[in-house]
């Protein structure tokens, strides 16, 4: 016999012809039974042959109790006897099959004891331990509550339990991954009869082979081979759909799990809780951590920002716009200070000056704070400019004032990504500007992702939460739209400023300071 290992899947190799023996001189385990008149994998001995020779591997039985679960006419215990097994056990409920069986088995005497009774009650009853190895094939999908099944089948196993079982219809058909961990349940699994030429039909449940791996580590179970296919012949089909259907899977497999020596399993949540004892993850930020917070926080940003709405300059904002842009804009004063001194290095008396997006009047204060009286805001909210710097004019209006100039000095610091047509917000800019007249224009610029995260960690630095900056990320789309810095100095070029500068630059947001010649 050989194995060969192709994807995960061992597949016995062996021939019919190197696997006979065990009922070459006991014909009746296929010719007497009822099962040899299905359509579909009728009972032969070449079946049988295959069948045990993948479930019950001669090395593996060789001086085992073998208890057989759902034994039906007794064939694997005469093959499990033939090739060196201490004992069998087989548990079955249908009388006739039990019958059949003893009077089959009969020539092993009391190697054989065949018990009429249902497997969840003999299992309940049996001893701990009491046999080797533990045998179910094609009887767990019967039962709905698996998991409390194969407890029982642990408990009564001293070494090894074999499982052959159906995959799960959502399998075999590709409606879900075959590495997922689920049972299925079905309203139509089907039992073979005893005594008629049917199957009787009922609810029950089919596990997946990664379902099937916790059920048993959770045992101290924690070793399995490579699952087992059997093998197709020319004259057998054992358990093969994809003659039949469009599944890639055989209808069944089989695989047989090791009880590790060392004791060791791993613990349902119910049983750990009480002690306390076992793996926990912690509260802290490890990455773990951070994925699923930052993950939720945007899920509930997104939710509140479709409740609120898209971002506006309301009185709500306004009444903390201080904070907001203190911890949300890089180099917020610093910027301002940087305009204050650029005002005044121009050199006039008096210099017009007007403040775009003006807001509460951060920069229009400083302004005045340094001596320049002849100042302007211009802001698009009246919540805005409710709460700004009194002592300059303050104009409500969508559009630039060019009425008001013509002006010395426009400060456009942190507004023109909120507006949509800002190629022609520019060009009215420019037709409102005085001869040698000077340009300050700070904007969010697009960056790549690696920079637009520097400058959420600008914000986390500053006390901003994950749920906050994925809120503000939510509520900007499609209010803030960034152009790439290439995008401004071209068009202020093309407007006609002669020396164009940045002035300052902080992760993603940029300061041009734009002159035009003066004649």
């Known amino acids: 016999m050989s194995i060969e290992t192709e994807q ?53 039985i060789q001086g085992k109790h073998i208890l057989d679960l ?14 060196g097994a201490e004992s069998y056990t087989g548990v079955e409920v249908q009388e006739a099959y039990v019958a059949q069986s003893r009077q089959l088995l009969a020539h092993w005497g009391s190697q054989v004891c065949i018990v009429r009774q249902d497997v969840r009650s003999f299992l309940s009853d049996a001893h701990p331990r009491q046999f080797d190895i533990v045998l179910a094939a094609g009887m767990l999908y019967h039962f709905i509550d698996t998991k409390l099944i194969i407890d029982l089948m642990c408990n009564v196993a001293r070494d090894v339990v074999i499982i052959e079982t159906n995959y799960p219809p959502a399998i075999r058909e590709g409606k879900i991954p075959r590495g997922l961990a689920v049972t299925e349940y079905m309203l139509d699994q089907e039992v073979n009869l005893a005594q008629q ?75 750990s809780l009480p002690s306390q004892q076992g793996a926990k993850r912690s509260w802290e930020y490890d990455e773990f951590a951070k994925k699923k917070t930052a993950a939720y926080a945007q899920h509930a940003a997104a939710i509140r920002a479709e409740k609120q709405g898209s971002w506006s300059f309301n009185s709500a904002i306004a009444s903390q716009f201080d904070r907001i842009a203190a911890r949300e804009i890089p180099d917020y004063q610093r910027v301002i200070d940087r305009c204050v001194h650029i005002v005044r290095r121009l050199g006039k008396a008096n210099p017009r000056v007007i403040d775009v997006g003006s ?46 100039g013509p002006y010395d000095v426009v ?11 800002r190629a022609a917000y520019l060009s009215d800019i420019r037709a409102a500007m005085s001869p040698g007249g000077i340009l300050l224009l700070t904007e969010k610029v697009s960056s790549s992702k690696f920079a637009h995260e520097l400058y959420y960690d600008f914000k986390r630095a500053n006390g901003v939460t994950e749920e906050e900056i994925a809120m ?12 790439d810095l290439t995008w401004y100095i071209d068009k202020l070029h093309e407007l006609g400023y002669t020396h164009i500068d940045i002035v300052n630059a902080n992760t993603v947001f940029v300061t041009i300071m734009a002159q035009l010649e003066d004649h």
Not at 383 to 400: E, G, Q
């Open 8 to 60: 995960g899947v061992s597949k016995i190799s062996a021939g019919v012809e190197n696997i006979r023996g065990a009922f070459d001189e006991h014909p009746a385990f296929y010719a007497q039974d009822n099962r040899r008149h299905r359509a579909f994998n009728p009972v032969t001995k070449s079946f049988l042959e295959l069948k045990y020779h993948a479930l019950l591997p001669r090395e593996l």
């Open 70 to 83: 759902g034994s039906c006419t007794g064939a694997a215990g005469q093959w499990a006897l033939y090739y």
């Open 197 to 271: 030429k049917a199957s009787l039909l009922g609810v029950s449940a089919t596990s997946s082979l990664a379902a099937l791996d916790i059920f048993f580590k959770l045992n101290g179970y924690q070793k399995r081979e490579e699952t087992l296919e059997f093998e197709i012949t020319p004259d057998t089909v054992l358990y093969d759909e994809r003659l039949v259907g469009n599944s890639p899977l055989q209808l069944r497999f089989a695989v047989r799990y090791f009880r590790d020596p060392s004791g060791v399993q791993v613990k349902t949540l119910e049983e």
């Open 359 to 404: 807001a509460i009047g951060a920069t229009l204060k400083a302004l005045y704070d340094a001596g320049f009286t002849n100042i302007y805001g211009v802001d698009n909210s009246q919540a805005m400019l409710d709460k700004s710097f009194n002592k300059a004019t303050l104009i409500l209006s969508d559009k630039f004032p060019v009425a008001y």
């Open 411 to 421: 400060i456009a610091n942190w507004v023109l990504h909120f507006i949509r047509d």
């Open 472 to 483: 503000k990320r939510e509520q900007i789309k499609g209010v803030l739209t960034t152009y």
